[in-house]
């Protein structure tokens, strides 16, 4: 399901020719916590430390399995080159375990975070609720914030 809570974003929707992949998280920390209900705490968290909703997204359900398994699909020769690129580094393995955990019930939020300051917050807000498998996506490196 796709839907709109305020500002913030869930499931980010597809353009509306519905092929649009989501672009690579640069400059994003992205955890995954075990429920919506830790997710919608550790936003609550977030936005109560000033981070707008507007650089927070949550993805949850099958719904948000297909959209961030959308990344990595292999149709056409611009889909097997992503997935070649992307290959290049340990998006792919990530972008697998994201789908796998929101199959299980888990919730995935991702945070802007364009400076160290806010990169912290977001990892601290998100161990405090539960979550792990905490990565910062630089423009050329990902970061493991917490297991």
């Known amino acids: 399901m796709d839907m709109a ?6 499931n980010r929707a597809a353009s509306a020719a519905g092929r649009a992949r989501l672009p690579y998280p640069e400059h994003k920390v992205i955890g995954v916590v075990g429920s919506m209900r830790q997710a919608l705490a550790a936003i609550a968290d977030l936005e109560d430390q000033g981070v707008g909703s507007e650089a927070i997204e949550l993805f949850y359900g099958e719904a948000g399995a297909r959209r ?3 990344v990595v699909a292999r149709r056409g020769v611009r889909g097997w080159l992503n997935w070649a690129l992307r290959g290049l580094s340990d998006e792919l393995e990530h972008v697998q375990r994201h789908v796998e955990a929101l199959r299980a ?3 995935l939020v991702a945070v802007a975070a364009p400076d160290a300051a806010t990169k912290r917050r977001a990892c601290e807000a998100l161990r405090r609720h539960g979550g792990h498998f905490i990565n910062h996506y630089g423009t050329w ?3 493991a914030l917490a297991a």
């Open 141 to 143: 490196t990902i970061e």
């Open 5 to 10: 809570m305020g500002s913030l974003r869930v």
């Open 68 to 70: 961030v398994g959308a």
């Open 105 to 107: 019930g888990e919730a």
